[in-house]
Structure formats: C-alpha cells, structure tokens
C-alpha cells in the first residue's frame, strides 16, 4: 500500500511543499499556500510533522499581536490535523542585511542582529513543541576571499553557536542541534561544506554533546559525493541529529528534486542504512514540486517521497531476508578468527606474532570478491524481478 502514517515520521518544511515555484530566473507558477492549509494537506497525506524557519510562519516585519494570531492559528490547525512540530530553523538568508553572512558576517551589527533573531526564533520553535534546532549557514560564505576573514569565521560562527547553547540551557529548551553542510549555493562557497567538516567543527564547541549532523542528499550530491558514505559516518559518530532527504543530478544547480526521483541506488542503501541502525528521527523532505507543476503536483510529490521510502524500506527488509543475497554477502566476507585476535587489541606480543606472519599476495589478490553478481541482485531486487 505505501501510504505513510505519522508513526513513519515523514516531515515536511513550511518552505518546501509551499515553495511556489520561484527560480533565479522565473516568478512563481503557483499560487502561496498558508500554514493551516499545509497544516490539513499535509495530515491528510499521512505526514507527522512539519518544520519551519521563523519567517516562513511570521513575517519578519510583523507586529507582536500579528505574531501572535499567527501563532495561534498554526497551533490550532497542528492540533486538529494530528501534526507536530519536531525541528525549527532561522531564516538568515534571505533578508540583504545577512547577504554576506550572518554570524560569520564582517559587521559585528550583523553578527549580533543574528544572535538575536535566532534567539527569538528558537523561543518560537519552542512555543511549538520543537525539540530538533537547525543550523543551515545558507550565506555564511564567500564569493571571494580578499576579505580575508577564513578564521575569524570559524570563530565567530563558534562563539554564536556557543552562545545560542547557552540560550537554550538557559531558557530551559533542552534543543539538539544540526548543523547542515552545504557546499555551495547560495555562496560560491559556503564554510564547512561537508558533514566531516561539521563533525570535526562540533568537537570544538563547548557543549559538543548538544550538537549533532542535518546531512542532506543533494548537498553531498552536488559535489559529486556519495551520500550514503557522509550518512554512515555521521552514523558511527553517533551524531545523526537530523536528516533531509531529497534528490539531485551531480554537477548542476541545486535541484531539490523528489526523493528517490534520480540516485534510486543510493537512496536505496541510504534507507537500508537507515532502517537497520536503528535510526529514530523525523525523515525531512527538504524538495520541492517541480516548477512545471500545479498544485496538485505538489501533492504528487509529497506523496511520492514518501512512498518511494516507504517502497525503499521494503526492499530493505527483503534484501536482508533474502537467501541468495544474503549467501553473496556472506562469501564476500573472508574471516578468520585467529587474524581477529591478532589484529584486535595491540600487545608487543600480538605485534611479533604479525610481523613474522606470512601471507599469500597472490592468493590475496586473485580472489574474485563476487560483487558484480551481488551488485545484479540488488539491481534485480530494485527493478521488481526478485
Ligand atoms: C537549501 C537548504 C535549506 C535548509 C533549510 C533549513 O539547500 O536551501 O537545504 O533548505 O535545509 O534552510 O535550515
Ligand atoms: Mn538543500
Ligand atoms: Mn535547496
Ligand atoms: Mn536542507
């Protein structure tokens, strides 16, 4: 059936199934669709949640008692259609005062106005239930780097994620905190462009355990990376804090295209690695409709993304249960116990014991791993022959 229910924990953004088909050289083909209104859509669908940056909610110039009916309103539709809020993000990107950066801004006014609309904002997302914070520099970056400012960045993006910590410990909001690598776009580069450099910047931080990864699919993607590869390592330091999911063609502008819709491969291992470490967040769907489409198309790939998971999930489950597979893999595996021994745990002895060890080189190389037969299987198993 693939049709999603909240326990699934699909997510989607305020900004990404209201995206109005707006590009760097196109107006909007679609009409805006308000927060209750996604709030029902998106409950109806079978959604769990749905995020948001301050300003997709409330406009950045609204007044308080605006505020605070819009507030209202979003909670109330939240309520009636079964919807949550799990993670909450700051707009600084779109406002020109951040069009060169915000905490890694030049201009200290800029640096504070920052801090002061992320603080307001996670007061925001904590009014609303948020538990996940997000951290998306979408500006912190360069174009050029006369400014010669590569460090200071690094340390005064430090100082406000160490700062904003503190705010949240200090208000009692106990949030988690990703941080989302992108390479570029919209700079020509954006600082810590891939989740290994987030993962070495978090071990700077003064409360390292608060913060955690948002990788995403087409950030890897653009860069010509493989995502699966980023995730699992985010994986092992125990730091996949958050997850967006959608798709891209290598190379290109970042497309933001329906999950599963391009890279079927690796989104399939991607959910398998997913599913069977155990991982227990919301599923984001950072994309958007195509801009060809009409309303009803968004609703299309709203459904889509979450059906292809699904479908993933699936085949997960019967990639690990299936015999010849799983004999594949098994025969791709050479172990020995002894050279376990050996090699786990070093002791002078251990280390004797290896060096006077002989191997067969030529054994070693002549071996045929069997992976071309086990990467048909899973190809078969993907097309629907198994
Ligand atoms: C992008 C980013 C954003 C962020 C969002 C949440 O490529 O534009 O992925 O969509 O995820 O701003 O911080
Ligand atoms: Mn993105
Ligand atoms: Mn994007
Ligand atoms: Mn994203």
């Known amino acids: 059936s693939y049709v999603p229910t909240p326990d699934d924990k699909f997510t989607f953004g305020l900004w990404t199934v209201g ?24 409950g109806e669908l079978g959604a769990y949640g749905i995020n948001l940056h301050d300003n997709d909610l409330v406009p950045i110039d609204a007044s308080a008692a605006e505020h605070d009916r819009i507030v209202a ?53 904590h009014e609303l239930g948020a538990q996940t914070y997000v951290f998306w520099g979408g500006r912190e970056g360069a174009e050029v780097d006369a400014g010669g400012k590569l460090l200071d960045a690094i340390g005064w993006f430090r100082d406000s994620l160490n700062f904003l910590a503190d705010y949240s410990e200090a208000q009692g909001y106990g949030y988690r905190f990703a941080l989302e690598p992108k390479p570029n776009e919209p700079r020509g580069d954006i600082f810590f462009p891939t989740a290994g450099s987030m993962l070495g910047f978090i071990a700077t931080l003064e409360r390292p355990e608060r913060f955690g990864v948002n990788p995403e699919f087409a950030h890897d993607t653009m860069s ?38 391009e890279n079927i491969k690796t989104a399939f291992f991607l959910v398998k690695l997913l599913e069977d470490t155990g991982y227990a967040g919301p599923k984001h769907f950072d994309a958007h409709a195509l801009r060809t ?94």
Not at 229 to 240: M, N, R, Y
Request: aromatic residues 8%; contains cysteine.
């Open 224 to 261: 010509g990376l493989n995502f699966a590869h980023a995730v699992a390592q985010v994986i092992d330091a125990g730091k996949l804090f958050h997850i967006d999911l959608n798709d891209q063609k290598p190379g290109r502008f970042d497309q933001d295209l329906r999950f599963g819709s």
């Open 73 to 125: 309103e979003f909670r109330q539709a939240l309520s009636d259609h079964g919807l949550v809020v799990p993670m909450a993000t700051t707009n600084l990107f779109s406002d020109p005062a951040f069009k060169d950066g915000a905490f890694t801004s030049a201009d200290a006014r800029v640096r504070a106005y920052a801090l002061q609309k992320t603080m307001r904002s996670m007061d925001l997302g």
């Open 293 to 386: 489409e009409d309303e009803a198309g968004v609703w299309a790939f709203a459904r889509g993304c979450m059906r292809t998971y699904l479908i993933l999930r699936e085949k997960a489950r019967q990639f690990n249960a299936d015999p010849e597979i799983q004999a594949a893999l098994a025969a791709y595996r050479v172990e020995d116990a002894e050279l376990a021994d050996l090699t786990r745990g070093f002791s002078p002895q251990k280390a004797e014991a290896l060096r006077d060890r002989t191997f067969d080189r030529a054994e070693l190389g002549g071996r045929g791993p069997g992976l071309e037969h086990l990467d048909q299987l899973t190809v078969d198993l993907l097309l629907g022959t198994r």
């Open 19 to 42: 995206q109005t088909g707006r590009d760097p050289f196109g107006e909007p083909t679609r009409a805006p669709l308000s927060a209750p209104y996604i709030a029902q859509k998106l």
